[in-house]
């Protein structure tokens, strides 16, 4: 149990478009979502917490209007990078909380990896 | 001050030994503790969590917590070269309710 997935694994894209990352808790319902981004052997990012239904919460220093985080539904939320360039080229990763709170258990998906050419 | 420091390492031990991997923690109000393991180019990857005073085990992994001595560790038995990873420690207080990790700690298992 706990599967969380995303999709794509891995996009490219051209410099000044915009990518829209999908993250799915396939077997438990997430009342919360988080986005990280990870450089090569650098530490997990944290960049914005989403709760269901509500406003993305985001770190300092991270650009809201660049990256859009919607969490329409307990087992969808989405990242959009938009106007992307290459210094978003980095590995992204979600998690999802399960709706039990008691413990925080926080479960990764893959990650999907994007290149800005 | 980061609160949730560890053994930075890298650690190696051969393979069939017990790895330890050590993680201190700053915040009292830390209630739920992680460890994560990160194959490199991959997402960190849930392998135990503990909330209480004491040890948990699970298969060759077992997870020591003291919240007297704010102390986490991960004990791995028989380690394998599969276990080569980088273990990140978390913890969870309830006013932050996101997860506060360690820089990770560098294992490698000998063959």
């Known amino acids: 149990g706990a599967v969380v997935s995303q999709h794509p694994s891995w996009v490219i894209c051209k410099s000044g478009t915009s990518v829209k990352i999908e993250c799915r808790s396939l077997d438990f319902q997430a009342t919360t979502m988080f986005w990280y981004r990870q450089f090569p052997k650098k530490s997990l990012m944290l960049m914005a917490t989403?709760?269901?239904?509500?406003?993305?919460?985001?770190e300092q220093g991270v650009e809201k209007d660049k990256f859009l985080i919607n969490h329409a539904s307990l087992t969808l939320s989405t990242l959009t990078v938009t106007s992307a360039h290459p210094e978003d080229s980095s590995f992204y990763i979600c998690?999802?909380?399960?709706?039990?709170?008691?413990?925080?258990?926080?479960?990764f998906g893959p990650g999907t990896r994007l290149t800005v050419t | 001050q980061k609160e949730v420091e560890q053994n930075s390492g890298p650690l190696s031990v051969p393979e069939g030994a017990i790895a330890s991997l050590n993680c201190t923690y700053s915040?009292?109000?830390?209630?739920?503790f992680f460890w994560y393991r990160q194959y490199s180019g991959k997402s960190p990857e849930l392998i135990m969590s503990i909330y209480s005073n004491g040890d948990k085990e699970d298969g060759r992994f077992t997870a020591q917590l003291n919240k007297a001595s704010q102390y986490v560790s991960l004990l791995i038995r028989d380690s394998q070269p599969s276990d080569s990873a980088t273990y990140l420690c978390a913890s969870i207080s309830g006013s932050a309710r996101q997860l506060t990790f360690g820089s990770g700690t560098q294992l490698t298992v000998l063959p």
């Open positions: 998690s999802a909380r399960p709706g039990q709170l008691v413990f925080y258990e926080q479960y």
């Open positions: 915040d009292r109000g830390s209630q739920s």
């Open positions: 989403s709760n269901e239904g509500s406003k993305a919460t985001y």
